[in-house]
């Protein structure tokens, strides 16, 4: 379908490619910011992690993040989408290099698309949360936040039925891959929960690194 096509038009970068990027293209960081639960649904499900994601302005799910401004580096610019759609100080969220998972590059649309993700501890997801409704970007380019349920239900529902949605761009895959690269998920239990959710097709490089 389309969002396969879309999501098969970006393509891994190695590290020393980006600096040499195609006239004209542009440069975005988007993070996958995450936290450990220790809960159980309704006593009973292990909830594993929470996955911090946003409805945008445009009606789909995607990550925190955007484009590069001036001379920012990828990383720069991660951290100040997060002051201005999260509401966070450097001081509490700096993205790093460390934190860094994949780099893709659409020769359709000439992005560079950088992907990071980083822990974060309870407390500051919460935080995250709240500050979030006071942020420069809430109600504008940011319509909401939500979390990514990782649990699979007897029914088939709760992580496979998160996959149905519609994402932003590629960031279904970017999502998956997250997961897997920081082993929030077994593999046996991701291709369960995207055999139901019938996206199975659309990670078909979720071993290798993604933007």
Known sequence: NGSNRRM????????????QLPKGSKQASHAMLYTKLNEKLFGTYDM???????????GTLG???????????????CTR??????????????????DHVITNYSDHT?????FYAK??????????????????DWGQEVLGLIRCPLYTLPNGLGFPAFLKHQFIGNARTQLVTGIQQRGLLSDAELQKALKRSGTVDTVVTVTSAFY
């Open 81 to 98: 989408e997060c002051n201005e759609e999260l509401g966070v100080t450097p001081s509490e969220l700096t993205i790093t290099k460390e």
């Open 110 to 114: 000439k992005f560079c698309l950088h």
């Open 48 to 58: 594993g992690y929470a996955i911090l994601m946003q409805l945008r302005f445009d």
């Open 8 to 19: 098969e038009s970006y393509r891994v970068m190695a590290p020393d490619d980006i600096q």
């Open 119 to 136: 822990e974060v501890s309870k407390e500051l997801f919460v935080d995250l949360e709240k500050k979030a409704l006071l942020s420069h």
């Open 63 to 77: 990550f925190t993040g955007g484009i590069a401004d001036g001379n920012e580096t990828p990383e720069q610019a």
